[in-house]
């Protein structure tokens, strides 16, 4: 008989349909439900409220910084969540393999400014080809918005064009272009040119194709629901024209056997946060830290 754990990660398992992947297949994006608690949701949103206040002022601005984050997360009221095995047991299905790895952590709280002007700031933090998506495992790294609290389309929801990940994968055809011409490959890990891999690196309109996109959309959920996006749609933050203040937790997952090109600075980043993040995960979570941190 197998183990009550297996059992209940197999039950988590279906908590994704197979309609519900298709729709993240096709669209780029999916929100679908968490066990999350009450308790858990109520003690992030405590923690983010004391954590992320109005940020000061960038150099030569005189407005404060509306969107503020903490990127490494180590506290008990983030860890709970981190190691809840539902997200795992997703992101398996999304990646299609049997063993995934965290990569990073944030959390990120939007301050409202309700007479603003709605915009948004639009990119893709990776590129993937199509054979990158078709892999097994995939070629990719993928992660999770948990939202804390809800998010409605004025609620500085995260806006992304369905589709894009696959217009811009099928335009480059079999030989994609992971970096933007004018990049250092030095600053890289894993690189040896710009075709090696797909590696974090975000480009903007004036690297992408001219190709008809459909308009953005907003990305919405309740609290404790989670949305999966497509890093390598085309996305981005908006401005908060809210009363209330938005709150997002991420959670980056990669195949444990796959190798992605990283910037140096993020590389060694993750080699320092990801012994920490092992060290205050239960021990039948440790398995979600990779190899390759020490």
């Known amino acids: 008989m197998a183990p009550a754990l297996n059992l209940k990660l197999i039950r988590l398992a279906t908590m994704i349909t197979n309609t519900q992947i298709n729709t993240f297949e ?13 308790d858990q949701l109520t003690q992030a949103a405590q923690l983010m409220d004391t954590l992320l206040p109005l940020g000061p002022p960038r150099p030569g601005e005189k407005k404060p910084r509306y969107r503020v984050g903490e ?3 180590l506290q008990p009221s983030f860890v709970s969540i981190i190691a809840n095995p539902f997200f795992e047991e997703v992101m398996k299905k999304l990646l299609y393999t049997d063993n995934v ?23 893709t933090d990776i590129t993937y080809g199509l054979a990158d998506m078709a892999s097994k495992p995939r070629r990719m790294d993928l992660g999770l918005f948990i939202w804390i609290k809800d998010v409605g ?19 480059m055809d079999d030989r ?27 480009k903007h309109p004036d690297d992408w194709p001219d190709l008809e996109f459909e308009d953005p959309i907003p990305v919405v959920g309740h609290a404790g629901q989670v949305s999966v996006v497509n890093q390598a749609a085309i996305h981005g933050a908006s401005t908060n024209v809210d009363t ?24 060694n980043g993750r080699q320092s946060y990801l012994p920490k993040l092992r060290e205050v995960l239960p ?12």
């Open 26 to 38: 096709q669209e780029g994006a999916v929100t679908i439900d968490t066990p999350l608690t009450d």
């Open 71 to 73: 990127n490494s997360l």
């Open 101 to 123: 790895v965290i990569t990073n952590t944030a959390i990120r709280k939007t301050h409202p400014q309700p007479n603003a002007k709605f915009e948004i700031g639009e990119h």
């Open 153 to 171: 389309p004025k609620t500085a929801p995260l806006m992304y064009r369905p589709k894009s990940h696959l217009q811009i994968a099928q335009w």
């Open 176 to 202: 994609p272009t992971y970096l933007t011409k004018s990049t250092d490959i030095n600053n890289y890990v894993n690189m040896q040119d710009t075709h090696s891999r797909p590696a974090g690196h975000a």
């Open 244 to 267: 209330k203040p938005r709150y997002s937790f991420f959670i980056g997952f990669r195949p444990r056997d796959v190798v992605m090109g990283e910037a140096k600075s993020r590389f």
């Open 283 to 294: 021990p039948d979570r440790h398995h979600l830290i990779p190899d390759d941190v020490q």
